[in-house]
């Protein structure tokens, strides 16, 4: 059997950008496996990735954790991500809330936001980790301010809640407004009820009207009867 080769794996992972890069995902595809096949982490990822989400091959998430996990004990930051949120789950895979914490913390430490943010979950949750609010809300912080989205809202509804932190409603809002400009869902919906309820803030229907209209386009029906409550105070007003 021959030994890897992490000068033959670049190049393979190079070419395997280009075409990539070029949208030509069958060469992208089988250059990729050659250079995770000589060893090459960031290969390793993407063939975890092009078998989770079923990019050229059929939709395998056993095949992805282990492409993820592979690539995980290179020191992959990323991938030790996937590896902990899939054993958080048991997809395909055990499931193991020691092992999701302990790799989700490997990732959180090397400064990965996402993992950052599903460590706050962990300890919002007590999953692998006995259960620590302000812990929560200091990682949630952390992952805020890198823009994920969800770690905003999370820590939006902390504070509304006044758990881990001390109860907010201003930062509240300006944490669950955060989250929807960031393509948070449901924090559209919840900006807008905040504004059109004055929860937090003065009543603004046109502001509310605004993130109505915006979660209503993101595929949240129950918005539509408010943009019309407000549209037809609007029309008789006129």
Known sequence: MVAPNPNTAEIYYQAGMKAFEQKDLPNAFA?????????????????GVFYYHGIMVKKDPKEAFKWFLHAARKGHVAAMSEVGIMYAEGNKTQKS?????????????????????????FYERGIGV???????????????????????????????????TRMDHAR??????????????????DTAVLYYEGDGVETDEAEALKYFKLAYQNGIRGAKKYIDEIESKTTKAE
């Open 31 to 47: 250059l990729f496996l050659s250079a995770a096949q000589n060893g090459h982490p960031d290969a390793m990822f993407r063939m």
């Open 130 to 164: 006995e259960q620590d609010y302000i812990t929560a809300v200091r990682l949630y912080e952390r992952a805020a301010d890198a823009d994920i989205p969800e770690a905003a809202y999370s820590l939006a509804r902390l504070c509304y809640a006044g758990i881990g």
């Open 172 to 189: 509240s809002l300006r944490l669950v407004k955060k989250a929807a400009d960031l393509g948070h869902r449901q924090a559209m919906l």
């Open 97 to 121: 809330p020691d092992k999701a914490y302990g790799w989700t913390l490997k990732a959180a430490e090397n400064g990965h936001p996402q993992a950052i943010f599903n460590l706050g979950t």
